[in-house]
């Protein structure tokens, strides 16, 4: 990656007469545009006939774009399969868990496990690679486009082939499998493998092993046509570098780690969501997720929105200046692209009323102002591309915990361990301190602290990754229903959480969700959630009004295990989260007041910046770590460059 921010978003020209490219290009470098998306949803218009291509408008796209300086992440078009497409191989659409076979009209009309899509999809990349290998604007691969989005599970005779055979490399033999998926239960027991069906509409209750295996069977179908796509843009081009775009945060079907380690760098889409209270420790959340799946090296915003979108309810429009807010909070968190989806409003089509950099009325407009105000902006940044944000604390997710607990038949219906690991992420957000996201199999051995708001499911390795980093000095924080099935969504036996009863010296004999809040000994609230805990070695530290451990701390080795058996209210998990982020010694970046957030970027030779961002209306104040204060005004980023030798002070932007 080069030493710039790259500035820019997805350019359909394609859209457009070509006399309007000359006015884009223009106006991309009066804005300080480097970088485009091109071609991501240009198939039907690339290949207009089976086997019959034309290339000459993308060809001259991409020599505009080399002329005037400005890369292309130039995509693979398979997101979205043609008509053509649709009309020769029907039995190539997706199907859903009713059975209904989906038509085209759409984008991402296609099965993930179809041979003929597989073998079109190929094709077609392979002609956009041998034709602009070499091409002076070409600086990145942009493979299909957010996998998943719409199709990310398909139950179609190909798809339920495809699942037997994924199966079969899995398990070694059928007994194996009827054993994973607890088949003597209602009875379920296969004799053959081609009795197995994807988790179609049933009666009642699914197997939840199967719903389980379905769900990483189709992340793995995903990932594997990306894989395919990349091996062979690796083959034509082994040194242009390859991403696709991910929805961290927001999506939950396909499993980010496992795209993330294909990728040559990470690269995601955020869009605020209008009716989170506050949508920037959302935004917050997806970015420090992003950088930790790209191990803590910068990564690309690939796309996020300069105002309204089209796709919910009420499309807010953003305020004056919270476009430059939130891509400068992408960038504390460790982006170095910020782009948008799009460049030029379309004019029809199903997106037409999303915002864009240059809006339907054109460049004199508000957003466009903020657009060039903000790339003149990204352009004076020397220094900060490349350099890294560090945590100290990670939260785990995993993409099959989520899933296993997606299942319906659970205690209570009211935990969704997404939104608590978000809420986690939020306190410690309103803390000032930054953290990553870790899968619970990763390696933990850089952090001071681990939490863990709520993993149901956990693998052997799992639960053994978090005892080590305990007992090597790491401070931890369970929270409740974690640790509870093994990696088939079996029951731990025992004792709950029978992942981590030893590390926790607590064992679980019964849970109570709860009809109301709950008063604890410490003045705290239980809300949701609550457990019959007896402590088999822990100190209790807070305890319902019977006397029952609500928290409790359990030392072990050099570190120490803490266990939560409720969900706290929002001050209880403060407080709590305060003192174990105490006890390991992790301190927010700078002391700021409430909303303002602080994020340090550092290379390795010690040159830092530390991001001020004031999400507020009010000014504010903020005490760097050496000592000095430095006003925040109200809903302004102040970027300050760290004296060599010394925390805080510098000039400002
Ligand atoms: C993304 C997608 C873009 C566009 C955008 C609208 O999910 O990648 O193509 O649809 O949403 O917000
Ligand atoms: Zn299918």
Redesign the pocket.
């Known amino acids: 990656m080069p030493d710039v921010i790259a500035y820019g978003g997805?350019w359909n020209p394609e859209q457009w007469p070509e006399e309007t490219w000359r006015q884009d290009v223009a106006l991309m470098r009066e804005a300080g545009v480097n970088q485009v998306s091109l071609g991501?949803f240009s198939w039907s218009l690339l290949e207009p006939a089976k086997g019959v291509f034309d290339f000459g408008w993308l060809d001259r796209a991409m020599d505009l774009l080399a002329a005037n300086g400005i890369r292309a992440g130039l995509a693979t078009p398979t997101a979205s399969p043609p008509p053509w497409f649709a009309a020769s191989y029907p039995e190539a659409l997706p199907v859903d868990a009713d059975g209904r076979r989906l038509h085209h009209g759409s984008r991402q009309g296609f099965c993930p496990s179809s041979p003929i899509y597989r073998d079109r999809a190929l094709r077609i990349a392979e002609r956009v690679a041998t034709r602009y290998a070499g091409h002076p604007a070409l600086a990145l691969w942009h493979v299909h486009?957010?996998y998943g989005?719409h199709n990310a599970r398909c139950y179609c005779d190909t798809s339920a082939g495809a699942f037997r055979a994924w199966l079969r490399a899995r398990y070694s033999s059928l007994d194996e499998l009827n054993d994973a998926w607890g088949t003597a239960f209602w009875s379920q027991r296969y004799g053959e493998w081609t009795q197995i069906l994807p988790p179609r509409a049933t009666p009642s209750f699914t197997n939840p092993g199967q719903q389980l295996d379905f769900r990483r069977f189709s992340s793995d179908a995903l990932v594997e046509l990306y894989t395919a796509e990349r091996d062979l843009l690796r083959s034509v081009t082994p040194d242009v570098p390859v991403t696709t775009?991910l929805?961290a945060g927001a999506h939950w079907d396909m499993d980010c780690w496992a795209f993330a380690a294909e990728v040559d760098v990470v690269s995601t889409?955020h869009?605020l969501i209008g009716a989170r209270a506050e949508p920037h420790i959302d935004l917050a959340f997806a970015a420090d997720y992003a950088r930790s799946l790209n191990g803590g090296r910068p990564w690309l915003l690939m796309?996020h929105?300069t105002s309204a979108?089209n796709?919910q309810p009420r499309n807010l429009a953003k305020a004056p200046g919270e476009l430059r807010r939130n891509s400068l909070q992408h960038l504390a968190r460790g982006a170095d692209a910020i782009m948008f989806?799009q460049w030029r409003a379309s004019r029809a089509g199903a997106?037409k009323w999303?915002s864009a950099m240059l809006p339907h009325a054109g460049p004199d407009t508000k957003i466009f102002r903020e657009v060039k105000a903000l790339g003149a902006e990204l352009a004076g940044l020397d220094g900060v591309p490349g350099s890294r944000v560090t945590a100290e604390v990670a939260i785990l997710l995993d993409h099959a915990s989520v899933w296993a607990q997606d299942h319906p038949a659970q205690p209570s219906s009211e935990l969704d361990p997404v939104e608590e690991a978000k809420r986690w992420h939020a306190a410690l957000w309103r803390a000032g301190i930054t953290c990553d996201l870790a899968h619970p199999e990763g390696d933990l051995s850089g952090y001071r602290l681990v939490l863990v708001p709520m993993l149901y499911l956990v693998s052997d390795a799992g639960a053994a990754g978090l005892a080590d980093f305990t007992r090597a000095g790491g401070v931890t924080l369970v929270g409740p229903y974690s640790g509870i099935v093994d990696e088939h969504d079996r029951v731990r036996l025992g004792g709950y959480p029978g992942a981590w009863r030893e590390l926790l010296g607590v064992s679980v004999e019964e849970f109570f969700p709860l009809e109301g809040p709950i008063a604890l000994e410490s003045g705290g609230t239980g809300t949701v959630w609550s457990e019959l805990a007896h402590v088999t070695g822990a100190k209790v530290l807070d305890a319902y009004a019977t006397g029952e451990p609500a928290w409790t701390r359990h030392e072990q080795g050099g570190g120490a295990a803490h266990y939560l058996t409720t969900r706290l209210d929002d001050a209880a998990l403060a407080r709590v989260l305060a003192a174990v982020c105490a006890e390991a010694g992790v301190r927010p970046a700078a002391t700021a007041p409430p909303g303002v957030e602080v994020v340090r970027r550092a290379h390795p030779d010690g040159r830092a910046f530390l991001f001020a961002i004031n999400h507020t209306g009010a000014d504010a104040e903020m005490t760097t770590p050496d000592g000095a204060r430095v006003a925040v005004p109200a809903g302004d980023v102040l970027i300050l460059p760290e004296l060599p030798g010394g925390a805080g002070g510098g000039g400002t932007h």
Do not use: L
Request: proline share 0%.
């Open positions: 997805d991501i486009n957010e989005c775009n929805m889409d869009y796309e929105s979108v796709w989806f997106e999303h």
